[in-house]
DNA sequence: TCATGGTTTAACCAAATGGTTAACAAAGGT
DNA sequence: ACCTTTGTTAACCATTTGGTTAAACCATGA
């Protein structure tokens, strides 16, 4: 017998993706879910059965998405330092598009680090890291660079936190007559590749 | 009649600062609270009426604590450079002894942008502003940064998200043979004044 | 010692919430 | 036309949870 190809599973996890993203996983409702998806409650449940395992379908994705932009790593055709600024640039057009997608990972992160280690951990086998990256580089005598892990975390640092904190720093900024929006973009850009051609020394 | 100087105000918020802190507004429980207390639940009542009053008071000593080690700022006696080294110094101290801190002022942040505006600006009117501080140096001749906003969200940046992010930096540690942790505090620090430095220039 | 009033508790309540059930609708195969 | 499977809903249930109440507790001043 043929499936009614319904879409309902899909207008579910897009509705289930907006309100674990802004409340979280206790404190996203059901009820709120199903009326943003248009339906009644118990499809939530006909679908997912319940709450978790729809918030783990949610959290998946969002961690797909999160690892997507790390492939450019992995074109041999260009130089390592080409493809540490492009990671970068990727990163913040992705955090650009999804820019809740950072906090939603850090808030479900700090409550179930457990599960969370679970599921990065078959998605990190699957992507090439940037760290392996810098490593064989520094192997082949490409770059050099003195802590591989301290770049990383510093650059992933200055690309991510902007957006995390961006309610915070808009405060900050009205407070000192400065500008902190969308206009400031390409310089904040700037500010990353900079610090990145101040890391890496090509030899 | 003289009043039992009880301890039981403080013991409370003791306790709902640390479950606030892991789950949230929203996900902390008052049986929870009460528990860690080591008290009855309508205690809780009596001495704070809800949870949301209890939260708000959790939330003002955390602003409090968080705004507190912006005063190095306002010590004349050094070089702003100094101060601005200093003031990371600070930042990161501040931050290892609370790491949690930055997560929950995010969280809550993000959940509720409008009531935080409107606890911050009473601190912020207060508290000196390190873009003030540098657009003074500046104006006086002293130093010469670019972008004085921009600084400040790189700086913070990187002094923040490291915390924010060490469950995420742990996994990526681990997969990769690489440390992250107290032993790299110093190394951690030193990427961070020697960002200040490349960034400030004293005239 | 005893009345007073702040402090603390057990028991309770109403609302919210995740989840279930049973019935119904729709659609396809025969 | 009729049956079977899938999709959808309203009503319901059990539990959790923030909050209330009324009574007990206990230090103190008279």
């Given at each position: 017998m043929k499936l009614k190809d319904s879409k309902t599973e899909e207008v579910i996890l897009d509705a289930a993706k907006v309100v674990f993203m802004e409340y979280g996983l206790y404190g996203a409702r059901m009820q709120q879910i199903a009326d943003r998806a248009g339906i009644n409650k118990a499809l939530l449940h006909y679908y997912f059965r319940n709450k978790e395992r729809l918030f783990d379908r949610v959290f998946e994705n969002a961690l797909s998405r999160y690892f997507q932009?790390?492939?450019?790593?992995?074109?041999?055709?260009?130089p390592i330092i080409d493809r540490v600024h492009s990671y970068a640039d990727r990163f913040i057009d992705f955090l650009t598009e999804y820019p809740q997608m950072a906090i939603f990972l850090i808030k479900e992160v700090s409550l179930n680090q457990a599960l969370f280690e679970e599921k990065v951990k078959s998605h990190i086998k699957e992507n090439p890291s940037l760290i392996a990256v810098i490593n064989h580089g520094i192997q082949r005598e490409e770059i050099q660079i003195i802590d591989p892990m301290l770049f990383f975390v510093n650059l992933v640092s200055l690309c991510t936190y902007p957006f995390v904190a961006r309610p915070i720093f808009k405060v900050v900024a009205a407070k000192n007559d400065a500008l902190w929006g969308v206009e400031q973009e390409i310089s904040f850009r700037s500010s990353v590749h900079e610090f990145i051609n101040n890391k890496i020394k090509p030899l």
């Amino acid at each position: 017998m043929k499936l009614k190809d319904s879409k309902t599973e899909e207008v579910i996890l897009d509705a289930a993706k907006v309100v674990f993203m802004e409340y979280g996983l206790y404190g996203a409702r059901m009820q709120q879910i199903a009326d943003r998806a248009g339906i009644n409650k118990a499809l939530l449940h006909y679908y997912f059965r319940n709450k978790e395992r729809l918030f783990d379908r949610v959290f998946e994705n969002a961690l797909s998405r999160y690892f997507q932009n790390m492939e450019v790593l992995l074109d041999e055709s260009l130089p390592i330092i080409d493809r540490v600024h492009s990671y970068a640039d990727r990163f913040i057009d992705f955090l650009t598009e999804y820019p809740q997608m950072a906090i939603f990972l850090i808030k479900e992160v700090s409550l179930n680090q457990a599960l969370f280690e679970e599921k990065v951990k078959s998605h990190i086998k699957e992507n090439p890291s940037l760290i392996a990256v810098i490593n064989h580089g520094i192997q082949r005598e490409e770059i050099q660079i003195i802590d591989p892990m301290l770049f990383f975390v510093n650059l992933v640092s200055l690309c991510t936190y902007p957006f995390v904190a961006r309610p915070i720093f808009k405060v900050v900024a009205a407070k000192n007559d400065a500008l902190w929006g969308v206009e400031q973009e390409i310089s904040f850009r700037s500010s990353v590749h900079e610090f990145i051609n101040n890391k890496i020394k090509p030899l």
